[in-house]
């Protein structure tokens, strides 16, 4: 990420960060990560496949219906905390960028609220940074 990126997203964290607490201090601490050792990232011809042309053929690609996917679990409250990293690692997966990422998950905050938004952009960032992890491996 670059330093104004990294900027500006954490900025947007401390801010959701100083409104979740207001909200609800007990789901600060949550952490789900052990469920999703279980679901493996999918490569990206089957994400293609499965999210691309499947369900519309000359529709949507793989990167934005998985775009659209984020937007909508974001807006639900970002609960299904597993299954919103697969989400991003998926995006990531078919060419989404760290930023479009935040972007769409920033613009939530308006239809989710947030405590929404901030919940998601934890989690997203949590997936950018082990990604930037496996990039060293």
Not at 55 to 75: I, K, Q, S, Y
Not at 100 to 128: D, N, R, W
């Amino acid at each position: 990420m670059t330093d104004a990126f990294q900027k500006m997203f954490q900025q947007m964290l401390q801010s959701g960060q100083e409104m979740a607490r207001a909200f609800n201090p007990a789901l600060e601490h949550v952490d789900t990560k052990a469920f999703e050792k279980l679901i493996p990232t999918m490569p990206s011809d089957m994400l293609e496949m499965w999210f691309g042309k499947t369900f519309n053929r000359d529709g949507l690609d793989a990167r934005t219906r998985l775009l659209v996917t984020l937007a909508a679990m974001t807006v639900q409250g970002a609960h299904a905390e597993p299954q919103l990293r697969m989400t991003i690692r998926h995006a990531i997966a078919a060419g989404a960028t760290p930023r479009e990422i935040a972007e769409v998950i920033y613009q939530m905050g308006m239809f989710g609220g947030i405590p929404a938004m901030q919940k998601a952009l934890e989690i997203a960032q949590g997936v950018f940074t082990e990604s930037e992890g496996n990039e060293t491996e």
